[in-house]
């Protein structure tokens, strides 16, 4: 094989190496909700993306909305000032983790969300 061939076959390795690694490093991850819950001064105060389907939601006026996320891990309720999503849809849910505390033998923890990313192909849709 010619130089020219062997630089050739490098150089397309390269980028084909950088663009796997830009990619999966661009990605969008999720937390569990499990690790959230179980740990959640680690978080408290940091943003954090969750992803589940959407089990129940409540809105008292439009003054305080809210909806449960449940992965396969757990459930977590996120605090919203926008639309509350469908039930059964599954959406993506950036936030930030802002109170952490226990009633009894109860752990409550705050999600404040601050942007929410409904799927496509969504059961409830």
Same mark, same amino acid.
């Given at each position: ?44 105060? @940091? ?17 305080? @909305? ?21 039930? @059964? ?17 109860? @752990? ?18």
């Amino acid at each position: 094989m010619s130089r020219n061939v062997i630089i050739a076959i490098v150089v397309v390795m390269i980028i084909a190496i950088g663009g796997g690694a830009w990619y999966y490093s661009s990605r969008v991850r999720h937390a569990e909700i499990e690790k959230i819950l179980s740990n959640p001064r680690e978080y408290e105060g @940091k943003v954090v993306t969750i992803e589940g389907e959407v089990t129940d939601r409540t809105a008292f006026f439009v003054v305080v @909305k809210f909806f449960k996320v449940k992965d396969k891990t757990g459930e977590i309720t996120v605090v919203t000032r926008r639309t509350l999503p469908a039930i @059964k849809s599954v959406v993506r849910v950036k936030g930030r983790i802002d109170e952490v505390f226990a009633v009894g033998d109860q @752990k409550f923890v705050v999600f404040i969300e601050e942007s929410i990313d409904e799927k496509a192909g969504n059961k409830g849709s």
